[in-house]
DNA sequence: CCTACCGATCGGTAGG
DNA sequence: CCTACCGATCGGTAGG
């Protein structure tokens, strides 16, 4: 607790309100664990990206198994509370899968780094947090998988279309486009928009 | 050089030709790597798989570094020289690509372990390596998009078509797969058709 | 292929 | 948030 309360504002180097300094921890180990991969990058580094030795650090998280538990669930939850709404609505089933891809990609946009280590350094966790992650994911592929099989219910997709591959196919252009960071450019509405167009021909009757 | 030459046969436990030594620890390597990524797998994991004390691994390779850079080597040569003769025939395209994406699941289902390691750790190397396997990379994305093209070029595919959609969206189904071993079970010719039948929808005129 | 070892770094802690 | 430190493990080597 501190008890030397200030009016005056805080200088530009000076004390973070506590919050935004963990915040910042946060990101730094979410860059880190996406470039490094989550053995790759140490907590030493972590500190020196915020301008403070390691063992700083334990003041602000538990451990370094929390910062990827709490990117990973953090960024889960952007992806299930943006798409849902999306993809249950009751819009036309290729317009919410359009809108769909748009959306997921922009999550991707709003933090690459935090979506990469969501995609591909959950799998480090372990026990109880390692089986929640994936419980995480299997949601996620649901509320997609659902929204094509209400295209073929609804007679809006061909009715011998493979849900599964489809789900499939829709999620993997999602993931694998932060594979190819800063190759394949910024991520633009237009890009999901090829995306889907091809896409969606392969679902209509 | 061993003298101790013996016409015999090695017993079950014995020593084992030199070369396959080598390979036994680089399989190894890779299972090791799939699983725990680079930098998650030490010398010491790689050894007691082997069945021997991590030092002792050295006569066998340089350092961790080579075994990293042969498994993704070896492997994109794999890819490469599997689907060169059969993206390039003089098929009908769609021929071409629905065989394309069995024999991209094929070399996947060989050595699952080496092809996740490929595509998802061969990031870890650094300098010329790096770029080496980058540009192997891209020369196979290359003979995908070729593929696409011609089938634009000979009128088989849609003349609108975004043919760079359409390979990052073939590319990143065999990709994606990897990171889902064991969910979507075993990998077979339905599958990879089931894939090729919502895509090529999206092509054709 | 083992013994025995190297310096460096790992994640993490106590006490202030 | 720093100082100072912990035991464990890292990749790698020398000599046999």
Chains 1, 2 share one sequence.
Not at 119 to 126: A, D, N, Q, T
Not at 174 to 179: K, P, Q, R, S
């Amino acid at each position: 607790m501190d008890t030397n309360d200030r009016l005056s504002p805080e200088t530009a180097l000076g004390r973070l309100p506590p919050g935004a300094r963990r915040e910042q921890i946060i990101a730094a180990a979410s860059t880190l664990f996406a470039a490094r991969g989550y053995h790759g990058a140490s907590m030493q580094d972590v500190g020196e990206r915020v301008g403070m030795l390691k063992g700083s650090l334990y003041a602000h998280v538990a451990n370094k198994e929390e910062m990827l538990l709490e990117i990973v669930s953090t960024t889960s939850r952007r992806f299930i509370d943006a798409l849902t709404p999306v993809l249950t609505g009751d819009d036309q089933v290729s317009v919410r899968i359009r809108l769909g891809l748009r959306t997921h990609l922009g999550v991707i946009h709003t933090d690459p780094d935090a979506a990469r280590v969501f995609m591909h350094e959950g799998r480090h966790l372990e026990g109880r947090p390692r089986l929640w992650i994936e419980e995480a994911h299997n949601r996620y592929e649901r509320i997609w998988r659902q929204a094509f099989e209400d295209g073929v219910r609804l007679s809006e997709f061909r009715h011998d279309l493979d849900t599964t591959a489809a789900t499939l196919l829709a999620l993997s252009v999602g993931n694998w486009i932060t594979t190819r960071q800063g190759q394949v450019g910024d991520i633009t509405n237009d890009i999901a928009d090829s995306f889907s167009s091809v896409l969606l021909a392969g679902c209509l009757v």
